[in-house]
């Protein structure tokens, strides 16, 4: 069974950086692992998925996906953020489509919230 647990949110000031972790357990392999995001009153939306081959799907430019296998660990970099970014983040476990998009979510971890102010 896989366990995903998020942190490194935080409160930081637009045009500042974070640094995302997802300390995973269990088996991820064969899987993609992603970042989502979901604001208040909207839909949550998928951020950025990575195999374990190190593919990642297309991530706009001030987002980077990593993953460290020695610590069984997924990362997200934030730079430059701006209070649109403002969300609850969150890493899932998931099987992927040919674009590297996560299509069906089997695990969520339980979010990390962000708050960008002005």
């Known amino acids: 069974q896989v366990q995903l647990v998020e942190s490194g949110g935080g409160s930081v000031q637009a045009g500042g950086s974070l640094n995302l972790s997802c300390a995973a357990s269990?088996?991820?392999?064969?899987?993609?692992m992603g970042w989502f995001r979901q604001a208040p009153g909207k839909e949550r939306e998928g951020v950025a998925e990575?195999?374990?081959?190190g593919r990642t799907s297309s991530v706009k430019g001030r987002f980077t996906i990593s993953f460290d296998n020695a610590k069984n660990t997924l990362y997200l970099q934030i730079n430059n953020l701006k209070t649109e970014d403002t969300a609850m983040y969150y890493c899932?476990?998931?099987?992927?489509?040919?674009?590297?998009?996560?299509?069906?979510?089997?695990?969520w971890g339980q979010g990390t919230q962000v708050t960008v102010s002005s």
């Open positions: 990575m195999l374990s081959d």
């Open positions: 899932a476990n998931c099987s992927y489509s040919d674009d590297i998009r996560c299509d069906r979510v089997s695990i």
């Open positions: 269990g088996d991820t392999y064969r899987r993609a």
